[in-house]
Nanobody, 126 residues
Framework: QLQLVESGGGSVQPGESLKLSCGAS????????IGWFRQAPGKEREGVAC????????QYDGSVKGRFTISRDNTKITVYLQMNSLKPEDTGVYYC???????????????????WGQGTQVTVSS
């Protein structure tokens, strides 16, 4: 069981950027498909970005495509979510999740991910 930890959340104004990090205490995440999800108050958790483990294929939800970038660092220990041009509707708790499978998609249901972090709050407001 991975103990995932997210960091990097905060409060920013519209148009600004944040970079979230997801790690598991030095454990390599290279064998896991990693997804970033967010949950706004009163709404269901939704997938925003996903990176597969084998070929590194990446998928984004349409609402963040072109603004968010998911990536793995060279050591394969950390997965990042670079968020640019943030909008108020990006506000929510952001979670990273891992599944012991090569394939990742933002449309895979949350129950298919075995390991979750505790979440980090992102607030975008003027």
């Amino acid at each position: 069981q991975l103990q995932l930890v997210e960091s990097g959340g905060g409060s920013v104004q519209p148009g600004e950027s944040l970079k979230l990090s997801c790690g598991a205490s030095g454990v390599t995440l290279d064998d896991y498909a990693i997804g970033w999800f967010r949950q706004a108050p009163g709404k269901e958790r939704e997938g925003v970005a996903c990176i597969s483990s084998n070929n590194g294929a990446i998928q984004y939800d349409g609402s963040v495509k072109g603004r968010f970038t998911i990536s793995r660092d060279n050591t394969k220990i950390t997965v990042y979510l670079q968020m640019n041009s943030l909008k108020p509707e990006d506000t929510g708790v952001y979670y990273c999740a891992a599944r012991a499978d090569a394939y990742c998609s933002v449309y895979i249901p949350t129950y298919a991910f075995d390991n979750w972090g505790q979440g980090t709050q992102v607030t975008v407001s003027s």
